[in-house]
Each structure stands twice: as C-alpha cells, then as structure tokens.
C-alpha cells in the first residue's frame, strides 16, 4: 500500500516561505507521479502543480505561477512543493498525491494515493 505523507506547514505572514515536504513509501517511487493539491475553507480541492514519473518534467498552475515551484528527489523517495511570495488567498490544506502516470506525463485529475494533508496559513 502506497503511503504519502506531507509535512511542513505552518503559519507565515504574507511575503514569507515555506517548503512542503512529500514523503512516499510502500510501492515503487519511480512508477508515480506526483502532484501538489490545495483546498481552501469553502473551496474546491484545486490542482497546484506536479512532477513527472522522471523527475525532469514540472508544472504549476498558472495561479501560482513564478511564486511555487516543484522538485523531486528519486533519492528519497521525496517531492518538495517550494512557497514563495506567500498571499493570504494561498491559506489552505496542501496535499500530496500519486498516480501512475507515464514516464513524462503530470495528470491534473484521476490520482490513486492521497496524503492527510498539512495546514497552511498566511497571515495579512
């Protein structure tokens, strides 16, 4: 069983960074990609961005585009999810999720293992 576990949240003021940690075990890491999640009180769950099964392929939604970035540690079986230029609208439960995908391809929808999730909060 494919287990995902997210840490380093936490509460930061508007402006600040945090780096989000994924943390992958059970299974065959190289076999997933994995995408970054978000879901704010009242909200939709929305897709953020994601790192293909060979590491050298990333994106991030347009919305957080030149603040958030994606990078994966085959290594230790780790993705990282990167905040800068934190925005009070950013405040939401990041989660972390894999999916067999291709080799170069980063689903946006359709994920097989989730994490709990890690609070983010920004302050104003």
């Known amino acids: 069983q494919v287990q995902l576990v997210e840490s380093g949240g936490g509460l930061v003021q508007a402006g600040g960074s945090l780096r989000l940690s994924c943390v992958v075990s059970?299974?065959?890491?190289?076999?997933?990609?994995i995408g970054w999640f978000r879901q704010a009180p009242g909200k939709e769950r929305e897709f953020v961005g994601g790192?293909?099964?060979?590491?050298?392929?990333?994106l991030v939604e347009d919305s957080v585009k030149g603040r958030f970035a994606i990078s994966r540690d085959n290594a230790k079986n780790t993705v990282y999810l990167q905040l800068n230029s934190l925005k009070p609208e950013d405040t939401a439960i990041y989660y972390c999720?894999?999916?067999?995908?291709?080799?170069?391809?980063?689903?946006?929808?359709?994920?097989?293992?989730w994490g709990q999730g890690t609070q983010v909060t920004v302050s104003s």
């Open positions: 999720a894999a999916d067999r995908a291709g080799p170069w391809n980063i689903p946006r929808l359709g994920y097989e293992y």
């Open positions: 790192v293909s099964r060979r590491a050298d392929t990333s």
């Open positions: 059970g299974g065959n890491f190289y076999n997933y990609a």
